[in-house]
């Protein structure tokens, strides 16, 4: 089947950068739409930023300006730069993929990686 597999968070200091990656392994499938979202605890999952596959990117307001969404289709992996970050973008963030199967389209999630910002 398919497998995503989120990496590159940690703890850094607020004014920080951190590059997550999200890598999509498997075979016969084609990716449609990749996101991040990221779920702090006691609040809703919020979409930080999404992207087509022909690289359209959408980034949520409480971000904008501060991080990046850009995915590389040979690696089938997709990256959240995010720069200028704030102790209230700690969260874990999800990768979550819309991927094709034949006739097929089904929505598919990452572990997830813990976000920490912190002095």
């Known amino acids: 089947q398919v497998e995503l597999v989120e990496s590159g968070g940690g703890l850094v200091q607020p004014g920080g950068s951190l590059r997550l990656s999200c890598a999509v392994s498997?075979?016969?499938?084609?990716?449609?739409?990749m996101d991040w979202y990221r779920q702090a605890p006691g609040k809703q999952r919020e979409l930080v930023a999404s992207i087509t596959s022909g690289g359209r990117t959408n980034i949520a307001d409480s971000v904008k300006g501060r991080f990046t969404i850009s995915r590389d289709n040979a690696k089938d992996t997709v990256y959240l730069q995010m720069n200028s970050l704030k102790p209230e973008d700690t969260a874990v963030y999800l990768c979550?993929?819309?991927?094709?199967?034949?006739?097929?389209?089904?929505?598919?999630w990452g572990q997830g990686t813990q976000v920490t910002v912190s002095s």
């Open positions: 979550n993929a819309a991927i094709k199967f034949g006739i097929n389209i089904g929505s598919y």
């Open positions: 498997g075979s016969s499938f084609s990716i449609l739409a």
